[in-house]
């Protein structure tokens, strides 16, 4: 598909026939995979698991029930002999070599996955080549969050096993192009094989950007590379314009990754030559570093240190790291600039010269502050649908104080704009547990949903608790006044 072509389908909003995954994302950990993954059904009966939409990959790979290395028992594995529809391949058994990474003991077979069309309530069920796992080395795949990976690579061999094109061949889809919307802050997105999501970005703001042939040769032909024109830190470019600086857009990657020869001199940029540590403790201290301006083509996109640092356990460390076996010049990054744009990566109906990736600003998201919550407390807050007349139940659960599972009740702005206000109560009658002095309190709680700087949801509420006025408790202490801050779980 041109780019002619995809301006046309964003300008007449035309649905092209297409497979849809929904994507969800987990805490980030710091081996520099992706935390986003898709629920599959693979088999018949069908097996779930969590698989990863991955460009950074040639082939379509799962974690098997035959693997006995200790990184595959940190995953779900696909069993073959308990799918009726599994058929094995002729090709020899062998271990294959997953550049940086590591490498994979695999024997090849199919098996039919199950995929929901977009914009139909149709599902189809197609033959997946595949390389199913047999041995890992190293620990990089047992950190991995997928249990295996869906490849959507840039060049495709007699060899290689890559869902894109599979679909593609067999008519399933009308494009070969997979396109990606990733939200950061609802933890939630989508992918689309065979079309585009014009709801989810700014098609003014589409930018082609055509593929190079990657460093490396034909070891890391796959990837999708593009030239980075420029990497400016503080007003000063981070890599000299005499030596070609490849970028390359990875999505089953988290972090900036490369050969030492380029990953130093970004670390250095965006430390001030190591004045600031590469971790802090304290979210505040993210205001101490620069952001990063990278210009591809015709656009300069920024990355604040609120997106290229990343929340590992209690602190925030800078999603940067050196991958060995990188060739020099190549700068490899995933989810941290992804989750900023709407990123469509164009196999050009098996023409070279059409193939491209595309680049463009997304649409955010409209608040809502449906789904689960945690504060600082580890109380969890529950909120049910909320209705057109904006009012909403739930439930409230505390293990501080009186302990249990209460019943909510509340109210939130159906058409929220930049925050989203919202109000609730809380009566503190639990319905589980015995009965106990509390369950004569209650409380309000109101506030906003709202963005916070490093892209996440919070909900900010002011909380009254309201205790019963007894002979032991005046009126004057019988009310108190504190805040509480929510986050998505």
Known sequence: ???????ELVEQNVASKSVRFAMSSGAISNNGGSTWVTNIDLGEPAQKLKMMLDTGTLNTWVTSSTCTTQACFAHK????????????SHRAPKVEC?????????????????FSMNNSDDTVKESLSMMLATSYTGSSFENLVGD???????????????ILNDLFNNGVIDYPIASFYLDKATKTGECLLGGINADHFIPETLNCLPLLAPYGGNELAYLWAVKLDSLCVNSESVYAESCETQLVLDTGASFFKGAKQVIDPLINAVT????????????????????????????????????????????????????KGMPENMLLVGQVFLETVYSIFNFGNNNLNERCLMLAKPKKAQLNVEGQWVNEFESKLVINSIRSNGTFEGTYSSTT???GIYPVMGVADPNPLATQAVSFSVTWHSETGEPNPTWHDVSGFTGVLQIDKDGSEELIVTFILQKEITSDTPSYEAASISSLRFTRL
């Not at 598909?1 to 301006?7: C, K």
């Not at 594995?77 to 094995?88: D, V």
């Not at 997953?98 to 090849?108: R, S």
């Open 1 to 7: 598909m041109n780019m002619n072509r995809i301006l």
């Open 77 to 88: 594995s696909y069993s073959p002999s308990n799918s009726k529809t599994y058929e094995g």
């Open 98 to 114: 997953f550049g940086p990474w590591g490498e994979m003991g695999v024997i090849f077979g199919f098996d039919y996955g199950q």
């Open 148 to 162: 295996g990976g869906l490849a959507i690579p840039a060049i495709v061999d007699n060899e290689a096993t890559a």
């Open 272 to 323: 001030c030559n190591g004045k600031h540590p590469k971790k802090v403790d304290s979210f505040s201290e993210l205001k101490n570093y620069p952001p990063i301006f990278i210009t591809l083509g015709n656009d300069t996109y920024e990355l604040t240190p609120e997106q290229y640092f990343v929340k590992i356990g209690a602190s925030w460390e800078i999603a940067i790291q050196v991958l």
């Open 401 to 403: 104080g009186a302990s």
